[in-house]
Nanobody, 124 residues
């Protein structure tokens, strides 16, 4: 059984930084692309970033490009999302997801497994 467990969320002031982590178990983590998505209250889940199985390819939503960085450590079965210059509009529940193949994109249908989410609140 695949499990994805996110951590690292919290309350941060505008302009601040947070690093989210997602630990995977139950499947060969190193063989699959990983992604981060987020969902704000009353809104649809939206794509944030994805990273390929060997970290040779990354892709970001325009709204986070230049501020967020996705990375992974296959030895630790962990994917990270480093978030900087945070804005109030970044407030959401952040989910990590495991894709079906080596590379993936922005469509939620490309991901088979999801974590339970971690809350990120950006407010002064």
């Amino acid at each position: 059984q695949v499990q994805l467990v996110e951590s690292g969320g919290g309350l941060v002031q505008p302009g601040g930084s947070l690093r989210l982590s997602c630990v995977a178990s139950g499947r060969s983590f190193r063989s699959y692309a990983m992604g981060w998505f987020r969902q704000a209250p009353g809104k649809e889940r939206e794509f944030v970033a994805t990273i390929s199985w060997q970290s040779d390819s990354t892709y970001y939503a325009d709204s986070v490009k230049g501020r967020f960085t996705i990375s992974r450590d296959n030895a630790k079965n962990t994917v990270y999302l480093q978030m900087s210059s945070l804005k109030p509009e970044d407030t959401a529940v952040y989910y990590c997801a495991m894709a079906r193949g080596y590379y993936s994109g922005a469509d939620t249908r490309q991901y088979d497994y999801w974590g339970q989410g971690t809350q990120v609140t950006v407010s002064s």
